[in-house]
């Protein structure tokens, strides 16, 4: 490799401690793995303000600060580290009786921690992890961003899919149009529907969910659409819809796919001409709303099979946001599972102190069926279960091969000891977990020929995943 292709990594290390130094640049010299053509060259200051010019000065990729400082706090660095770049991933280097200082600096967008006494491999592991993480911000950082733009604070991910979904949900927002959110089950449709709204000029008004699958027989209009006094048996009064409850502000219709077909020509009704018509009721009633839907089915092929009305189709078919399965973004489940180790850790109100990387290598060779939200609910079990501040490779190879329907009854013994009714409870989740996780991934997540297989209605399937799949009390 010459010269002209070799590649500077460059990391900035605020630290005043000179045993510390010494320890990093050891761990830097004797552990730290590098890409080909690459070299990593450290540069050391003393002080947050100290570090703070050298990010000016230079090309930094990395920053590694104590949260102990002479002068400025290691926390006040962090924050205009980030105000300069924040793409520069920062790993905040505290003591046990820092570590809260530490998970703040987390939490205002630091990238890891590391707790002293240092172990040289845990170290390398962690600074090798922000670097590619770094190479990954540096590819983002290529392709030009809209100028201030909200930041997505419940909407997380890496990789150039998610990234792609963000840029597209800053688009849509600023145009008043219908937008339809295509992707597997689990892979954050609702929660990109919210993002849309919050970023609108509705964003005053409702947030309004429309489950298309969840209406009983015959309802469904009323629902939909109101009723007015006398409509039929039982309407004693008139009632608004699901529709116009959302007004002036977004109605997200979610699993559209699912709606009857008779109802269809009325939706587009509503999308078209902004009219709802009540049951029972002669008159049309306007409704000024941003509409948002979402599906997990092919549309088209639902046109082609006689089940979605073409029209409505090519209406929606316009705005279109396709969201990558979890399996197809990989660079995202180390991202999005230490954000779920803390979100559990501090839920359990357990001490985490973060994810080995084998189990890292685990989560990201498995397919993820139930996509974001299974890698929640694993992520879940596993704070759940740990024993001690890290999740392990262990851990995460056993819940994968149970959520695989792998691993017979192993898991259940994690319930034994508990009194029956608890213990039933678990168990009885547990499996109902597996089973749909087991049916989705047969079916690529296809959720009509899951149910199909497993010989239940779809409206009936969709019910057990939302409450098994879906935030696990
Ligand atoms: N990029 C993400 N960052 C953080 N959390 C996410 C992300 N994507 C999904 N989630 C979480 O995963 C779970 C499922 O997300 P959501 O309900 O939005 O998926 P969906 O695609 O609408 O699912 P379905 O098709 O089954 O209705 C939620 O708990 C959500 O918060």
Redesign the pocket.
Known sequence: MNATTEKVFTILLVEDNGGDVEMFLRTVEDELPRQDGERVELVINATGEGGLKRLHEQQIDLVITDVRLPGMSGIEFVRQVQEFDRLIPIIVISWVDTVDTALDAVRHGAFDYVVKPFEKFNLAARIHRAMRMADIFATVRQKPQPRDVMPFK????VSPG?TGVKQAIQRVATVPTTTLIV??????????AKAIHERSAERAGPFQIVDCTSFAEGTVESELFGHVRGAFTGAVSDRKGLIEAGSQGTVFL??IGELPLGLQAKLLRVLEEGEVRAVGSSQQRKVSARFIA?T?RNLMEKVKDGSFRKDLFFRLNVMVIH?PPLRERTE?IPF?AR?FIQQFANEFGKYMDGINPSAITELVAYAWPG???E??NVIERAVMLAEGPEIGQAEIARILRSSNGEGEWEVFEDYLHLPYAKAKEKVLEEFNRRYLSFKLSNHDGNVKQAASEAGVPRSYFHEI??RY???ME
């Open positions: 419940d909407l997380l991910g998610i992707g597997e089950t689990g892979t954050g449709k609702e929660l990109i979610d699993e979402a997990n969201v995202d999005l954000h996509n974001v939200r890698l929640r995943m939302r799949l879906k935030d």
